[in-house]
């Protein structure tokens, strides 16, 4: 309909958690649209969970006047939840971050060995020249990605 919906993305089922789908139609007016549980718009697991487009716009108006009132009261404070907030996400994303470097770190060092001992049968006569050639093609094809 030529424009996306403010919330679009944004707003989250409560019970099931995933994305509400905002509900809109030529017929209906700005009053009636709406953003409803995306499990229930496709016949799935939840039930007819929906908040109307303007009552969320009320409502995250509403939050954002509180959040600049206390912004305005107290600014030190202010400045300091948010900064206490911003450090706490960066160290997740750091943490997640380094556990997704072990992984990988540990799935090279498997490959080192597969390819080790890929080699070693080579060299013992275990595996024929073109075995060994298939194999290792495969477990470099492997370790690219």
């Known amino acids: ?3 996306i919906g ?8 409560a019970d099931c ?11 209906l007016t ?26 969320l ?4 108006l509403q939050n954002l006047q509180r959040v600049v009132a206390y912004a305005q009261e107290d600014e030190k404070e202010f400045v300091r939840c948010v900064m206490e907030n911003k450090t706490a996400v960066q160290k997740a994303e750091q943490e997640q971050a380094r556990r997704k470097l072990e992984k990988q770190e540990r799935r090279i060092s498997e490959l080192a060995r597969i390819i080790q001992q890929l080699y070693e049968d080579r060299v013992a006569g275990a595996l024929s020249a073109e075995r060994f050639a298939k194999l290792s093609e495969g477990t470099r094809k492997n370790r690219r990605l």
């Open 1 to 3: 309909m030529g424009e």
């Open 6 to 13: 403010l919330f679009f993305g944004l707003a989250y089922c």
């Open 17 to 27: 958690g995933v994305k509400l789908y905002h509900h809109r139609s030529i017929t």
């Open 30 to 55: 700005k009053e009636q649209e709406s953003y409803i549980c995306s499990n229930y718009q496709s016949r799935k697991k939840c039930t007819a969970h929906y908040i109307r487009a303007v009552v």
């Open 57 to 60: 716009e009320q409502l995250v």
